[in-house]
């Protein structure tokens, strides 16, 4: 009876804490993750008077800080040089505008540079050594990105040759060794992405979609990228339409996984579009996925995607997922958890 009892008091925690309902109420804040402090910091904003483009920068600004699951912020995930280095974007699904940065070095709040970006140029995406020193221009703090864990990564990665290694049809093998590497004279087919150990375990990111009371969508992505990137690297989470994709009255979209496949088919621009057409945001998220399915059958990903009602959705795909949890805020009491199995 008391263990028939401990899993009736589960099941019911189980189906408050994992709800099944997908329509909210707005505003609404909707996170790629579990991140809850992050959703709860963006909806604060809403509470305390301030807009959607606030919501995502506060939100991914606060897993920055946090270094969630450390593959946001500073301190994890270092290049092959044993740097950290930062992608990130914000989109206005008002006014159309963007702004992105890609490879940011030595400024720890990559969000807020993005915003900067937007509202302070009339260019959508910055990139390495001169967005930092168009960062500084605009008042950030430099400050060196790494730390004991990306140190110790930097090392572990070193003393394993070098292994998972993002090269290809180079010598010495990659496979096997370390750099400096040459261009082999034949190119041969490897497409096998397993063995690069990409999956949220190893690199990920903050992807955020925020609708106010009127209907503005804004959306939003940080990271650090993927660990143990060639340097100079930058993935799908500052490339508009690939990390994420905000349009008023259609609704917001923002992506986590294997950014290198995963920007050559813009799943977050897709979602946005589809919802417009009067798609759901379950099926919206799960069409802007099934090409990168067709082409990369062992990809590792998921889109969440919110319309401009505040129904919500999401869909995943990948050995490394499994289950896909999300994190939605649109009442001041409680963030709420959303599961669904990937296909
Ligand atoms: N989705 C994060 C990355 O691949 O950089």
Redesign the pocket.
Known sequence: MAAFMRKLVLILYLSVFFCAKTISTLPIVVNTWPFTNATEAGYNQFLNGGSAVDAVEKGCSRCEVLRCDG?VGEGSDPDENGEVTL?AMIMDGETMDVGSVGCLRNISSAISVARMIMERTDHTLLAGELATKFAVEMGFKESDLSSNKSDMMYKQWKENNCQPNFRVNVSPDPKKSCGPYNPNAVLSKIQNREDKQ?SYLN???I?MVAVDKNGHVVSG?T????NH?VPG?????PVVGA?SYAQNGMGGAA??????I??RFLPSYTAVQLMGSGTSPSNAALFSIKPIIKYFPDFN?AVIAVNNKGEHGAACHGSGIGTFHYSVMDNPDKVNLFSVKCV
């Open positions: 593959s992608d990409v690199h990920d990111t992807g992505t990271t650090n990228g993927l990137k690297r930058v993935g799908d989470s990390g992506a986590t996984g294997d950014g290198d995963m920007m990903g």
